[in-house]
């Protein structure tokens, strides 16, 4: 079955650094585009970055552009997100997610905080 297990969350200070990582297997990791998504407290999801199968390009949320980098490793079928600079509204359960898998699957989320 599809699963996809993020890690990497935790309480940081603003201005600090996280890497969130998301391990998938259950498909053709390769084959499909992954996506970084979060969900602030009382808020609706909120797409942050996207890292294309093809090539590997990548797009940003323009809220997050500049501090975030997202890189996926076809060899390991891992998605990362690596997070600088981060500020109290980067506060979120972030969640990497398939992308046109037809259905798209998340993992379960992984709690960022930032928090002075």
């Known amino acids: 079955e599809v699963q996809l297990v993020e890690s990497g969350g935790g309480l940081v200070q603003p201005g600090g650094s996280l890497r969130l990582s998301c391990a998938v297997s259950?498909?053709?990791?390769?084959?499909?585009?992954m996506a970084w998504v979060r969900q602030a407290p009382g808020k609706g999801p909120e797409w942050v970055s996207t890292?294309?199968?093809?090539?590997?390009?990548?797009t940003y949320a323009a809220s997050v552009k500049g501090r975030f980098t997202i890189s996926r490793d076809n060899t390991k079928n891992t998605v990362s997100l690596q997070m600088n600079g981060l500020k109290l509204e980067d506060t979120a359960i972030y969640y990497c997610?398939?992308?046109?898998?037809?259905?798209?699957?998340w993992g379960q989320g992984t709690q960022v905080t930032v928090s002075s």
């Open positions: 997610a398939t992308v046109d898998l037809d259905p798209d699957y």
């Open positions: 259950g498909f053709t990791f390769g084959s499909y585009s």
């Open positions: 890292v294309y199968n093809d090539g590997g390009a990548t």
